[in-house]
Structures are given as structure tokens and as C-alpha cells.
């Protein structure tokens, strides 16, 4: 069995140390085996240009990403936290992946979401698991818009994920039908955190954006189900527990098999 913690809150806009105390707070006696934070949680979401994107930025030297190197090493666990990398002269909307020996990797979002295409480069990580080093479990990563496109989660159940995990800033409700699909699809554990509150920003044309994110932070059994979701406004936690073992066989009767069953050969 392993432990997943989803963290919830609502970030300040431009206000990264406000934002890592906030997490900090949050993560206070909490024992768990994998903590997942919401996308871009260390700069709020609102930026306006690439410019302002890419002051905002950081590279792998920066205090959020020694913060969550930190992180994963006081609790022993996985840590995966959305924020805004700097990468040579291009910015990312990018989930670090931090573990408890110090090693960090980088996922980069591969389909970008509505302004965001004005803010960040598309990125080109591509999909890839990552081992837990102390438990057998083996975690992809996707962030937010990503779970429109069910080839992101297929591509991640295909290289071996047990669970998948969300980085999301998410506005509507309409993923509530997809992401469940993703889960039940593919047979694997998916685990969204979400964000909080409200960033309303003047756009450079002197119009107002105003976005409300809808909360929500949900764990997803392989079946599809809720096993326990956030409500829309709440700061929270929520530690469950997962089997990643029974994820692994992909068989839903005596004759299928999600994965073995697929004829690639004939799709487009």
C-alpha cells in the first residue's frame, strides 16, 4: 500500500514566498508517501505575457525548487508541484518531480490552455513514469489541460503507470466526466489537485480577465470512481491510501484486455 496526499489551497498571484508558506502550513504533520500540489502553485496562474511569465520563472536553482527538494526529503516521499521554469531563453508550465535522495525531474506541458499559448513555450518532455524510490509504484505525470488529449494518460499507462497524478488550475467542471475516463480507460489510479480562489488581471488591451478555479481536488480509483474529492473553496489535504499492485492487470474479463487488446494498426 502507499499513501497519496493531494494539497489544496489557493495561491497569491505573483507571490511565490507567501505560496510556499501557505504549502508549508498545509504539509504540518501530514505523513504521507506522495504529495501532489496544483499547477503553477508557487506563482499563481494569471500571467498576461510571455514576458511577465519568463520574470517569473525559475531554473533549477531556484528557491521553489530547493523548497520542494526539502519537502520530499523532511517527509521521505515523492513530491510533485506545478510552477514556471526557466529554460535557457524559453518559459514552461512544467510539474517538478522532487525525491527524498534529491533528485529532480522535469515534466513540461504538452498542450497548452487558452492564454497560456501567449505565455509559455509547448513543451517537449514528453510522457514518461518515474519509480517511487521506497514504494512499488510507478507515477506519471500530466498537468491540467493535458487530460483532454487521451493519449497523454494512454501514453503513461503504456510505459507502466500505476497511478497518474494532475498538476490543475482548472476552471470548469466539464473534466469531471473526462478524468474519470482516463482512470477507468487505462485502469490506473488518477489523483487531480486543483486550486482555489479567484485571479482577476488586466489584460493589454485594458480588458479584464477574471478567472475562478473550481477546487475539487479528487483521488479516482482504476474503476473511474471518487474515492474522496475536495469541496470548490476549501484549503485542505486529503492523504488516502492506494494499492498501485492492483492496477497492473489490465484484463476486465475472461477475453479482454484494455491494453493487450488494442489495434494500433488501424488507428489514425
Known amino acids: 500500500m502507499l499513501s497519496i496526499s493531494l494539497v489544496q489551497f489557493t495561491p ?3 507571490n511565490p514566498e507567501h505560496n510556499l508558506q501557505q504549502i508549508s502550513s498545509l504539509l ?10 496544483p499547477e503553477l502553485c508557487t506563482t499563481g496562474y494569471s500571467f498576461i505575457n510571455r514576458d511577465e511569465a519568463f520574470s517569473s520563472a525559475e531554473d533549477l536553482d531556484g528557491q ?5 527538494k526539502q519537502v520530499a526529503q523532511e517527509h521521505q516521499a515523492m513530491v510533485i508541484a506545478g510552477f514556471a521554469e526557466k529554460n535557457g531563453d524559453k ?5 517538478l518531480i522532487a525525491l527524498p535522495d534529491g533528485e529532480v525531474k522535469i515534466y513540461q506541458k504538452t498542450h497548452l490552455f487558452y492564454r497560456e499559448k501567449q505565455c509559455f513555450s509547448e513543451g517537449d518532455s514528453g510522457f514518461f513514469i518515474m519509480q517511487h524510490p521506497l514504494k512499488d509504484c510507478k507515477v506519471g505525470v500530466m498537468i491540467c489541460n493535458d487530460w483532454r488529449y487521451p493519449e497523454a494518460a494512454r501514453s503513461l499507462a503504456l510505459l ?7 498538476p490543475s488550475n482548472l ?29 482577476i488581471r488586466q489584460l493589454e488591451d485594458s480588458s ?3 478567472l475562478t478555479f473550481t477546487g475539487g481536488s479528487v ?14 473553496t476549501e484549503d485542505r489535504v486529503i492523504t488516502l491510501e492506494i494499492d498501485p499492485v492492483s492496477t497492473r492487470d489490465k484484463a476486465f474479463n475472461a477475453f479482454n484486455d484494455l491494453l493487450k487488446d488494442r489495434r494500433p494498426g488501424l488507428y489514425l
Open 12 to 14: 497569491v498571484m505573483n
Open 171 to 199: 476552471v470548469s467542471d466539464v473534466w469531471r466526466i473526462g478524468m474519470p475516463a482516463r482512470a477507468l480507460e487505462n485502469k490506473v489510479y488518477v489523483a487531480v489537485a486543483n486550486r482555489c480562489g479567484t485571479e
Open 208 to 210: 479584464t480577465q477574471s
Open 160 to 166: 507502466g503507470a500505476d497511478l497518474i497524478v494532475c
Open 64 to 68: 521553489s525548487i530547493s523548497f520542494f
Open 91 to 95: 518559459v514552461y508550465n512544467s510539474a
Open 28 to 37: 504540518q504533520n501530514v505523513k504521507t508517501d506522495i504529495i501532489l500540489l
Open 219 to 232: 483521488l479516482y480509483n482504476y474503476t473511474g470512481e471518487v474515492i474522496e474529492q475536495a469541496g470548490k
